[in-house]
């Protein structure tokens, strides 16, 4: 708690003539922790339900996908599942449904161009619906008007993550570290939690590499806050995503909505404690 009462001490705002004393309206806020972020995001998701339905059809579209791959001749990586004894967090960094199958991009080296258009459109066509969900979700939450203004950023930032999760899963020598392996998930943890808020900015009109750099500061003392959030939402996928067939289209109407709406609450809190940084243009 007093990482958090910090980082709210420490803002824009808090100088001898700023309202930051220990009698202050914002000292007297409710802190942000994960039970409180979660009731707020539920109970915004709650008054809204049609917020679930742009992830329900990218869950739907993944699916399709899904099913599509397991068909045709391109190698793909299935999903493990709930049958090994290892748990595993199903976190990408920005919200989105879990798909059942994983393309690998060497798998689309040297094949027959037929082949390459069709694999390389479908991994294409499942980035772009989780693009388009996440933007209309996040919109709608901040602007309380859904619209698509913000895609080709939002898409960009999708196409890095997923790029980035793409390079550090085909890195064999982190795959063999056994317990040392801690190490570098412990440096991968706390980068997702300094990036966190970055899809949410990206969707409020920032470029991705100021929503990158600008991330940082919207954590500030609500880290641990956010661990347990990316952790909670890592394993609830994961989770979900193992149920057969509709696996996705479940990740895609509950946990992706959520993680949205907690990034929204978060933005909403900073606010409310003048601590909160946006675009200045839309």
Known sequence: MSDGAAGRDSGPGSGPDSNSGPHSDRDDRPAWYVARALS?????????????????????????????????????????????????????????????????????????????????????????????????????????????GPLPSYFGLVVGFDLGYRLLSSVEFLQNLGLLGIVPLVLILFVLVLLFPAPGLVAAGASPWTAVRRSEDVVRGERWTVLGLVLLLGICAWVLASVPVVGPFLTGALIAPLHAALIVSLFEYRRAGERFWAPSEP
Do not use: C, K
């Open 40 to 148: 707020t995001a539920i109970a915004r998701l709650g008054r809204n339900p049609l917020l679930l339905a742009p992830f329900a059809l990218a869950g739907f579209v993944l699916a399709v996908i899904d099913t599509m791959r397991r068909h045709d001749p391109i190698p793909v990586l299935e999903y493990g599942g709930l049958d090994r004894a290892t748990i595993h967090l199903e976190y990408a960094g920005y919200p989105t449904a879990t798909g059942q199958t994983t393309l690998p991009l060497e798998s689309l080296v040297g094949i027959e161009l037929p082949y390459l258009v069709w694999g390389g459109g479908l991994y294409v066509l499942s980035l772009l619906a989780v693009s388009a969900a996440g933007v209309l979700t996040f919109t709608a939450l901040l602007d309380d008007e859904a619209h698509l």
